[in-house]
């Protein structure tokens, strides 16, 4: 005799212990990482990337650290710093933590040169005026702060070719100590092109400042930037969405250089740092 309904019985007699469990214990999620990671020590001119907990606001000396879904946040050690650093840490249940940061220092090369120029060494008053203005320009495009995390990824090469000027670097010219190497030289050949070393937005472009010559500013998210400078030709304005490898102009001796090279600094907000530290720290 054929029994109609055994099929089903069958079935859920076989899926009863599992529906049971479901129906008795609740869904299980991921533990949220509540771990505060920073690296124990970096170098001068280093741009540092470390974790909090989601919820938890870091502070590094006076500014807020803006953080990635992911808890990264970011900051900048300048060229003289002593350290150690400290970050604040307050998490979501209102616990506050220091953090330090170890700054191993570095040794900065100076070269003096006499018998320079007067006015190459302090320009002229109008010359120096526009200096100014020009410089401010470009400061306050360094002070954009969002949340885009290029910084975040490793950055690559913006042109190729030999390191004719190092970060840090200070020369003394007749006596007068000038600033210290804010950036690093490549040398090219005029017309190479250069490409963006992270992805990016570009915050300031202009063809022919007096110093800099052709000049673009590239911004990667939480206040740290690039800038290219001395460019032939600039080929993307301000507002544009760049990606990591596009061309954004080409190599040149504009402004105040003595050759074709391009100069590549970075900053963190008005913090100078190493481009070199950045492309050894994604290798």
Same mark, same amino acid.
Not at 2 to 27: F, Y
Not at 49 to 66: F, N, Q, T, W
Not at 121 to 137: F, G, H, N, T
């Given at each position: 005799?054929?029994?109609?309904?055994?099929?089903?019985?069958?079935?859920?007699?076989?899926?009863?212990?599992?529906?049971?469990?479901?129906?008795?214990?609740?869904?299980?999620?991921?533990?949220?990482?509540?771990?505060?990671?920073?690296?124990?020590?970096?170098?001068?001119?280093?741009?540092?990337?470390?974790?909090?907990?989601?919820?938890?606001?870091?502070?590094? #000396?006076?500014?807020?650290? #803006?953080?990635?879904?992911?808890?990264?946040?970011? +900051?900048?050690?300048?060229?003289?710093? &002593?350290?150690?650093?400290?970050?604040?840490?307050?998490?979501?249940?209102?616990?506050?933590?220091?953090?330090?940061?170890?700054?191993?220092?570095?040794?900065?090369?100076?070269?003096?040169?006499?018998?320079?120029?007067?006015?190459?060494?302090?320009?002229?008053?109008?010359?120096?005026? #526009?200096?100014?203005?020009?410089?401010?320009?470009?400061?306050?495009?360094?002070?954009?702060?969002?949340?885009?995390?290029? +910084?975040?990824?490793?950055?690559?090469?913006?042109?190729?070719?030999?390191?004719?000027?190092? +970060?840090?670097?200070?020369?003394?010219?007749?006596?007068?100590?000038?600033?210290?190497?804010?950036?690093?030289?490549?040398? &090219?050949?005029?017309?190479?092109?250069?490409?963006?070393?992270?992805?990016?937005?570009?915050?300031?472009?202009?063809?022919?400042?007096?110093?800099?010559?052709?000049?673009?500013?590239?911004?990667?998210?939480?206040?740290?930037?690039?800038?290219?400078?001395?460019?032939?030709?600039?080929?993307?304005?301000?507002?544009?969405?760049?990606?990591?490898?596009?061309?954004?102009?080409?190599?040149? &001796?504009?402004? #105040?250089?003595?050759?074709?090279?391009?100069?590549?600094?970075?900053?963190? +907000?008005?913090?100078?740092?190493?481009?070199?530290?950045?492309?050894?720290?994604?290798?």
């Amino acid at each position: 005799m054929r029994l109609k309904g055994l099929p089903v019985l069958l079935a859920l007699a076989l899926l009863a212990p599992i529906i049971g469990a479901l129906a008795q214990e609740p869904a299980v999620t991921p533990l949220a990482d509540t771990r505060i990671v920073f690296p124990t020590s970096v170098q001068q001119g280093a741009l540092v990337i470390g974790k909090v907990p989601a919820g938890s606001i870091a502070r590094y #000396r006076e500014r807020m650290l #803006r953080a990635t879904p992911y808890g990264s946040v970011v +900051f900048g050690v300048g060229r003289d710093e &002593a350290g150690p650093v400290e970050v604040e840490v307050t998490g979501a249940d209102g616990r506050q933590q220091t953090i330090q940061v170890a700054v191993t220092p570095r040794d900065w090369p100076v070269e003096k040169i006499d018998g320079v120029p007067p006015a190459t060494v302090e320009p002229p008053p109008e010359i120096a005026a #526009r200096i100014e203005r020009e410089q401010a320009m470009v400061t306050a495009a360094r002070e954009r702060d969002d949340d885009r995390s290029d +910084f975040a990824r490793p950055f690559v090469w913006p042109v190729q070719g030999r390191i004719s000027g190092r +970060f840090g670097n200070q020369r003394i010219y007749n006596g007068t100590p000038k600033s210290p190497h804010s950036g690093m030289d490549v040398a &090219a050949a005029s017309g190479t092109p250069v490409l963006a070393p992270a992805g990016g937005i570009v915050t300031f472009a202009a063809p022919d400042l007096y110093l800099t010559g052709g000049t673009v500013l590239l911004d990667h998210g939480h206040g740290v930037s690039s800038n290219f400078l001395h460019l032939s030709r600039i080929d993307v304005k301000v507002g544009e969405r760049v990606t990591q490898g596009q061309r954004i102009g080409a190599v040149g &001796a504009t402004g #105040r250089a003595t050759g074709p090279h391009l100069h590549w600094g970075m900053n963190w +907000f008005d913090v100078r740092i190493d481009p070199l530290l950045v492309l050894e720290r994604g290798q």
